[in-house]
């Protein structure tokens, strides 16, 4: 379905707007039941922050924030020194879920909601320590991620942790 990106409208997730976020259908049970019966939760407990992302009134997606850390293991270290730092850990903000509504898959919303991504970082990292974007991929999203910028950190049981560097490339 085509759409027009600049009327997408991002409102964080309430107890106002929860009932629409009802509606909402991904494919994926479990990104369904986070939105339905988790997320409003978490964001009350300050675990993970969520954002609906509105098209003509409609929820035609979501995402969710969260703090995070880039633990750097020995085989890491000569990768993350030739951008001249050399931490065991690096702070990051994670994108903890993203879904689409099924209506609106392959629209461009994804897209456009992860490239907003490091104008989020930097905007965050104004406020806290934070050099680094990461998400937990399902390996069916990995190449959608490596297409943005990400990079593959390492492989979990059932996803990719994978990191985008927001220091000076933005």
């Keep these: 379905m085509a759409i027009n990106l600049s009327r997408l409208q991002i409102e964080k997730l309430s107890d106002s707007n929860i009932a629409i ?5 991904c494919g994926d049970h479990d990104l ?3 939105l339905k019966d988790d ?16 098209y003509e009134g409609k ?9 995070d850390a880039i ?5 890491d270290k000569r990768v993350f020194k030739k951008i001249g730092m050399s931490y065991r850990t690096y702070p990051a903000i994670k ?6 509504d099924k209506k609106y898959a392959k629209s461009g919303v994804g897209s456009y909601l992860v490239k907003s991504m490091p104008e989020n970082v930097i905007f965050f990292s104004e406020f806290i320590g934070c050099r680094f974007a990461t998400v937990d991929a399902y390996e069916t999203a990995k190449e959608f ?4 910028g990400f990079k593959m950190h390492s492989e979990r049981e059932h996803t990719v942790f994978m990191y985008l560097d927001i220091g000076s490339s933005y």
Aim: charged share 25%.
């Design 21 to 25: 976020a009802g509606q909402f259908d």
């Design 32 to 34: 369904n039941e986070f």
């Design 39 to 54: 997320a409003l939760k978490h964001q009350k407990e300050r675990i993970a922050a969520t954002y609906l992302c509105f």
């Design 59 to 67: 929820v035609v997606g979501y995402f969710s924030w969260l703090t």
């Design 71 to 75: 633990e750097i293991k020995e085989k």
């Design 95 to 100: 994108l903890g879920r993203l879904a689409i």
């Design 145 to 148: 991620y490596e297409r943005i």
